[in-house]
């Protein structure tokens, strides 16, 4: 949306920069990007529906979420996006069936009396806005916690990386690899894919057994 409905890549990319650098926290740096997006006089509604007419799913996705229904392995998309856009996108990529047996976990939207609106913050004294950790820390306190496999491929992904059992970190075109460039610099372990046809292999090689988690992350890239 930022992209092509509000101030542009150029500077979308200085604040996703910022926001690595520390410069500005991706609460703030945000928000500002998707003002540039209301501000352009863009309704919430017109924005879900260029949404859901641009979005294209990831190569390899309905694979991945096949074999993660057989094996019984719940997904559940963790996002500083807003429900009701990630829900829509959603339902129109895989049927609003197998939608609706993945939880969201993610800001909401505030569309006020003008027509205008602005994200709603699940965390909104965080510097993340929504501090993904909270997601993934309660199932560390469960008597039998489970194997947590994350995904991630930006900024918004940094408050998550260091609480994950195997993180995956999207290899973006252009260089927008900011969530790598993050982990190596707080030396994360990590694994690269390109997509989730990759990531395929590398996780039921984990759940059957044929590799370990810390095995997978020596190797570091998903094949």
Not at 66 to 76: L, S
Not at 178 to 186: F, I, P, S, V
Request: aromatic share 8%.
């Amino acid at each position: 949306m930022t992209d092509e409905l509000g101030f542009g890549p150029e500077k979308r990319r200085q604040g996703n920069l910022d926001i690595l650098s520390g410069k500005v926290i991706f609460r703030d740096a945000f928000r500002e990007m998707l003002e540039s997006v209301s501000g352009n006089g863009h309704s919430f509604d017109f924005c879900k529906e260029e949404l859901k007419k641009n979005i294209t799913l990831d190569a390899g996705f309905k694979d991945f979420h096949r074999y993660c229904k057989e094996h019984d392995i719940p997904i559940v998309i963790i996002s500083s996006g807003m429900a009701p856009i990630i829900r829509a996108v959603l339902s129109n990529l895989i049927g609003e069936d197998d939608s609706k047996e993945i939880e969201i976990v993610s800001n909401d939207v505030d569309i006020h009396e003008d027509g205008t609106w602005s994200i709603k913050y699940r965390h909104p004294t965080s510097g993340f806005g929504h501090d993904k950790s909270q997601a993934i820390l309660p199932y560390r306190e469960l008597s039998d916690p489970p194997l947590i496999f994350f995904f991630g491929d930006g900024v918004s992904d940094m408050s998550a990386a260091r609480h994950a059992d195997v993180l995956f970190v999207k290899e973006k075109p252009g260089g927008d690899n900011d969530l790598a460039a993050y982990c190596n610099r707080e030396n994360i372990p990590h694994i690269i894919f390109e997509d989730f046809s990759h990531a395929l292999k590398t996780v039921s090689a984990i759940v059957e057994g044929k590799t370990s988690p810390k095995d997978a992350l020596a190797v570091g890239k998903a094949q």
